[in-house]
């Protein structure tokens, strides 16, 4: 048993608290009075456990406490109210995969239709379900504004999470022991598309797609060298780090030599792609391109799937349904139909920025002594930085520093790190899509530069840092980029 002594609104733990907890306590940002326990006994057991024992043991203790389950309730609620006041009114959020969404698509997430059931393809005759009309119509809206937003001629809008969008690429163009290409996560690659995600579930054999370590793109020398060797049925380009577009209509044409497809995972760049700031990997020769709906996309955090090939319609919508989505969260479908909408009014001017503050933000940082990865190929082209923190103790310890100053970024492998250094990698993900939708611009990325690298220098405590810091991000209250 490890006792634990918590004073309420204390930000201090003893050391050897475990886990998450000393973290959540010490180092992101103030916490208010709570009802954190003034003492805490954890448990010493042989059970299985993947989340943070001192977390569930706090959650368990509030709930012993609180008693009537009005009151637990009021527990969940009060801490949804604290997470709204600190992370979407006190913090500069840089976390790439976040997006704030317009007031118009979070209120339709709460809307009726979410407690209604929805199986089948869109019309009544296939549906299990009757009383479906007005869902067809919420259904067919999503799907048609989807394809205005991204050209493809078909669209599926039912995946509840980006990532069961790449598996069903894989039960839809693989078989168990095929042969798939993916990029590795050092470069940016993203577990969907390696051995522990759907590819791995799947049974495929991943090999990986060679990468240039100063460029950060495919070397494609090598690649087409790799890949006429290994005959991969698939080569997924899915990243999380992403910089720079792929070499998609290259590779496209080596692999099409023995019937290989490419299949762009596009969950960071979807924004990107419909917005016109990116490449467009359907027109340049992917099969298929996924995309998260929760980041630069700024909708409902959820999967989009668009393919422009007839004959994927059959695999991939029965990989969907029944495979893998039943009913799919229909206010979810109506807020993304609602982001899409906006998407189409605002969409390429609020990417345009995303990137013109990606790169600026990346500039400033390099030139306060923070050294940015692809410093002599302009940093990015998305929406994203990348910082080499190794200097300043590594991507864990510095994500935790920002934290405490109320900056939220993401520790990132980095190239010259291993797959097994996820922990403790050199890199540091930064992302402009939330301050860039609050009205913020280039001046403003060189205050947050500015701010990031006292900090990291040593000059300013985290303490000084935090008030700058919400100051500035109060100064912008209204989303920009969406209808009033």
């Not at 099409?256 to 969950?267: C, L, M, N, Q, T």
Request: hydrophobic share 45%.
């Amino acid at each position: 048993m490890i006792p634990v002594a918590l004073s309420p609104g204390c930000c201090q733990l003893p050391d050897e608290t475990p886990g998450v907890i000393a973290r959540l306590r010490r180092g992101f940002g103030p916490v208010e009075e709570t009802h954190f326990m003034t003492s805490m006994t954890i448990p010493a057991s042989d059970a299985i456990e993947v989340h943070d024992a001192g977390v569930l043991a706090w959650a368990s203790d509030l709930l012993d406490r609180a008693g009537d389950p009005r009151v637990m309730q009021q527990e969940v609620v009060a801490a949804v109210a604290r997470n709204a006041r600190w992370r979407g009114d006190e913090c500069l959020n840089l976390l790439a995969p976040e997006a704030p969404m317009s007031p118009v698509v979070r209120q339709l997430l709460s809307a009726e239709v979410g407690q209604r059931a929805a199986e089948g393809h869109v019309g009544p005759a296939n549906r299990w379900f009757a009383g479906t009309q007005y869902i067809d119509e919420i259904e067919a809206l999503c799907i048609e504004l989807l394809k205005r937003v991204t050209g493809a001629r078909y669209a599926d809008h039912r995946l509840v999470a980006s990532m069961i969008g790449n598996m069903a690429v894989y039960a839809a163009l693989t078989q168990p022991g095929d042969a798939i290409m993916s990029v590795t996560q050092p470069f940016g690659g993203h577990s969907s598309n390696r051995t522990d995600g759907p590819a791995g579930i799947r049974g495929l054999r991943i090999h990986d797609v060679p990468m240039d370590p100063v460029e950060l793109t495919v070397d494609l020398e090598a690649f087409a060298a790799a890949a006429r060797a290994i005959h991969p049925v698939v080569v997924a380009l899915g990243a999380s780090m992403t910089l720079f577009p792929f070499p998609v209509a290259e590779m496209a044409g080596i692999v099409a030599e023995w019937g290989g497809k490419i299949f762009f995972d596009g969950a960071h760049q979807f924004g990107l792609i419909a917005g016109g700031q990116f490449q467009d990997p359907l027109a340049e020769g992917a099969a298929v391109l996924t995309g998260s709906a929760g980041k630069t996309f700024s909708g409902p955090q959820s999967g989009i799937i668009v393919w422009n090939d007839p004959a994927l319609t059959v695999p991939l919508t029965d990989a969907i349904f029944p495979t893998l989505a039943a009913t799919h969260q229909v206010n979810r479908v109506a807020a993304l139909a609602a982001a899409a909408a906006e998407f189409l009014a605002f969409g390429r001017d609020y990417m345009a920025q995303i990137v013109v503050n990606a790169q600026a933000l990346a500039a400033a940082l390099q030139e306060r002594g923070v050294p940015m990865l692809a410093a002599h190929k302009g940093f990015t082209r998305t929406h994203q930085a990348i910082a080499d923190v190794r200097a300043f103790g590594g991507g864990e310890a510095v994500g935790f520093r920002l934290a405490e100053a109320n900056i939220i970024t993401n520790k990132n492998l980095i190239p010259g790190d291993r797959p097994e250094d996820w922990d403790r990698p050199g890199g540091l993900r930064i992302g402009t899509t939330e301050v860039t939708r609050w009205g913020m611009k280039e001046p403003e990325m060189a205050r947050i530069a500015d701010l990031i690298a006292d900090l990291l220098h040593g000059r300013r405590s985290p303490e000084s840092t935090r008030q700058e810091a919400i100051a500035l991000r109060r100064a912008f209250p209204e989303l920009q980029y969406c209808f009033g």
